[in-house]
């Protein structure tokens, strides 16, 4: 199987903060990468599809760039709503596997 | 309005099959562009996926839970279910279904873009 390993684990920032977080692939998944975002209690929620294309209804501050094995999800200014936790998970293959996770935490 | 719910038993016992089933409204279930994904997390830790399955019948499991797992449909419906045998106190976890839409048109893209609240299972005797 293919194995995401994000980049930090955890991550602690403010509100108005540029944050990235990484996800790299254990083999190449060309763009076949999506990332989630998951608040505590609740279902995760799709935000970026095929490495860098916007889910509907997304706000415009989040952003993916990548290709291959190694990716970025960018918020470029945090805002209160956005401390949460956040996947990326694989598609390319068959069998999809997600990333262990990056919470990110009000400082 | 897009909806999917997970039902099934709140509580197994080891060695029991589990039945989870998720009812999806909203979207049909013979699309070709959409299909629906099980996932679960245990608490406290990270998504995992399942299973999932298309219109066309297409169906991928996990390596590690494939012996396991069966994944079937009923459109008329509006249902997937999922099966899960040999249940271990591990697999307690909450269970979410999610619709899986096949984005692009030359090349396909997957992304779970609506899920269900999720449901709770624990597996104790």
């Known amino acids: 199987d293919i194995q995401m390993t994000q980049s930090p684990s955890s991550l602690s920032a403010s509100v108005g903060d540029r944050v990235t977080i990484t996800c790299r692939a254990s083999q190449s998944i060309s763009s076949y990468l999506n990332w989630y975002q998951q608040k505590p209690g609740k279902a995760p929620k799709l935000l970026i599809y095929?490495?860098?294309s916007l889910q509907s209804g997304v706000p415009s501050r989040f952003s993916g760039s990548g290709s291959g094995t190694d990716f970025t999800l960018t918020i470029s200014s945090l805002q209160p709503e956005d401390f949460a936790t956040y996947y990326c998970?694989?598609?390319?293959?068959?069998?999809?596997?997600f990333g262990q996770g990056t919470k990110l935490e009000i400082k | 309005q897009v909806t999917l719910k997970e039902s099934g038993p709140v509580l197994v016992k080891p060695t029991e099959t589990l039945t989870l089933t998720c009812t999806v409204s909203g979207f049909s279930l013979s699309n070709a562009r959409m299909g629906v994904s099980w996932i679960r997390q245990p608490p406290g830790k990270a998504l995992e996926w399942l299973a999932h399955i298309f219109s066309n019948d297409e169906k991928s499991y996990s390596t590690s839970l494939k012996s396991r797992l069966t994944i079937s449909k009923d459109t008329s419906k509006s249902q997937v279910v999922l099966t899960m045998t040999n249940m271990d106190p591990v697999d307690t976890a909450t269970y979410y279904c999610a619709r899986t839409t096949i984005f692009g048109v030359v090349i396909r893209y997957y992304g779970m873009d609506v899920w269900g609240q999720g449901t709770t299972v624990t597996v104790s005797s």
């Open positions: 095929a490495a860098s």
């Open positions: 998970q694989q598609s390319y293959s068959t069998r999809w596997t």
